[in-house]
T-cell receptor, first 116, second 112 residues
């Protein structure tokens, strides 16, 4: 089991550019989460998918953020246009579960995004 | 609202001593309480979890206790070692939902 795989590990971009983060969940897991981590705000849940369907995107900061999960083995988080305040570590996590959060989350290694 | 409070924010102990980190949660319906360890520059990793039908769980040097009446749970690390140095996060499920709300983290430093 390779675990949750995220790419790229690091991304440096200029303000206004489009950024796409990618995630491959653990095979067999049916829940996928995107988190953002900053010193000021800690770990924030951005969006949650269950069986490839977005269930709650209330944590997405604004319309500049969008996420997709076209199939069970792939998800993307896109920021367009990016801003310096988007600089953070973005984690993807997966688990096997339904509507109840009682299964362990397995995190990917994260993408460190820097927007200059 | 949905909230998990964690303290202390930093904790420094001598190698071999015990460390205790405490969390309180707001939602009485919470039923799952995991703890994650995050080393510098790495991903959070689950170290232990407990469900609401259990009051205590132990795994070698790590134990977690849960007091549902008071709505708090604690992580206990005994015989601390330098490799225990990391940031520890508690979390709680919210109202039978998919959401795990994380505490703000405790930076543990174990001095050799």
């Amino acid at each position: 089991d390779a675990g949750v795989i995220q790419s790229p590990r690091h991304e440096v971009t200029e303000m206004g550019q489009e950024v796409t983060l990618r995630c491959k969940p653990i095979s067999g897991h049916n829940s996928l989460f995107w988190y953002r981590q900053t010193m000021m705000r800690g770990l924030e849940l951005l969006i949650y998918f269950n069986n490839n369907v977005p269930i709650d995107d209330s944590g997405m900061p604004e319309d500049r953020f969008s996420a997709k999960m076209p199939n069970a083995s792939f998800s993307t988080l896109k920021i367009q246009p990016s801003e310096p305040r988007d600089s953070a570590v973005y984690f993807c996590a997966s688990s096997f579960g339904g509507q109840v959060a009682n299964s362990p989350l397995h995190f990917g290694n994260g993408t460190r995004l820097t927007v200059t | 609202g949905e909230n998990v409070e964690q303290h202390p924010s930093t904790l420094s102990v001598q190698e071999g001593d015990s460390a205790v980190i405490k969390c309180t949660y707001s939602d009485s319906a919470s039923n799952y309480f995991p703890w994650y360890k995050q080393e510098l520059g790495k991903r959070p990793q689950l170290i232990i979890d407990i469900r609401s039908n259990v009051g205590e769980k132990k795994d070698q040097r790590i134990a977690v206790t849960l007091n549902k009446t008071a709505k708090h749970f604690s992580l206990h690390i005994t015989e601390t070692q330098p490799e225990d140095s990391a940031v520890y996060f508690c979390a709680a499920s919210m109202r039978s939902s998919y959401k795990l709300i994380f505490g703000s983290g405790t930076r543990l430093l174990v001095r050799p």
